[in-house]
Every structure is written in structure tokens, then in C-alpha cells.
């Protein structure tokens, strides 16, 4: 195949996983909406506010690199999963350290244990991020998409 018609076939599984995933996630949010009391889900948006803002400092923007090094010259691979291993587990003791901190707030003791819980989530994120990159970078868009609608499937 050539470039341009890798390109093609990535944009066009790119389109196709980005249409399914807004109908996942417009499904998902119709079905909570309607089972999980607003309460519950005004807690869960609160945890999820919480760790976009941590998430700002995650491994994905590093392993971003690997992504703009030019055809033929490969990425260090090990130095990213060092790197990546230990600010993913710094933004765990960090988001668990937050979580423990809300204990304390009579308030904020329902988000704290979600927060508990989504701390190993962001342990996950290391090695999903290294292997999507690989998989970006080898141009494999249709298992990479494929992979991605299953994560977003199986939230249901």
C-alpha cells in the first residue's frame, strides 16, 4: 500500500470509531441519566473534574514524541515506559492523596472513595498510551480503532 492510501484508510477508520463513540457516549450518558440518581451523577462528574485536571500532566503528551520522530529513525521505547511508568505513578499517589484528603470533608467523602477507584485507572494509562502510540506509529489505524471501540463498548 502506498502512504496515501494508509492515510485514507486511517481517516476513514478514524471517522467511523469517532461517529460510534459519540453514539456510545450519548447512549451511555441516556442510560445513567435516567438510572443513577442526579445526586450519584453530579458526584461522578465532580471525580471526573478531578481527574481531567490531573490528567493534564499524563504520560500521553511524553509518549506524544514518539509520534513526531521521522519515518525510519524509531523511538526509544524503553526510556517512554520509564518515564511514562513513573509520572503515571506519581498521578496516582497524587489523585490518592487528593482522595484522602476529601475524607476529611464531610461534604466530599462520596467522591473520595470514587476517586480511590479511579487512581487505578490512571496506573492503566501507561501502558494504553504506549501501546496506542506503537500502533499510530506503525499506521495499524484499523486495530487501533477496533481496540478503542471495544474499551468504549465494554464502559457499558
Not at 7 to 17: E, H, P, R, V
Not at 20 to 35: H, S, W
Not at 97 to 122: C, D, E, T
Request: with cysteine; aromatic share 10%; hydrophobic share 55%.
Amino acid at each position: 500500500m502506498t502512504t496515501k492510501d494508509i492515510i485514507l484508510k486511517g481517516i476513514a477508520w478514524t471517522t467511523g470509531y469517532r461517529v460510534f463513540a459519540t453514539f456510545a457516549q450519548f447512549g451511555a450518558m441516556l442510560v445513567l441519566v435516567r438510572i443513577i440518581p442526579p445526586e450519584e451523577y453530579g458526584r461522578a462528574g465532580a471525580m471526573v473534574g478531578v481527574l481531567t485536571m490531573l490528567n493534564v500532566l499524563s504520560c500521553r503528551s511524553f509518549i506524544a514524541q514518539a509520534l513526531q520522530l521521522p519515518e525510519g529513525e524509531e523511538p526509544d521505547l524503553t526510556m517512554h515506559w520509564r518515564a511514562s511508568f513513573w509520572l503515571q505513578a506519581t498521578l496516582f499517589i497524587l489523585t490518592n492523596a487528593i482522595a484522602s484528603g476529601l475524607w476529611f470533608l464531610p461534604s466530599h467523602r462520596s467522591i473520595a472513595i470514587l476517586l480511590h477507584l479511579a487512581s487505578l485507572g490512571v496506573l492503566f494509562e501507561c501502558p494504553s498510551a504506549m501501546r496506542s502510540a506503537m500502533l499510530q506509529r506503525a499506521l495499524d489505524f484499523p486495530r487501533l480503532r477496533i481496540l478503542d471501540g471495544i474499551s468504549k463498548a465494554s464502559a457499558f
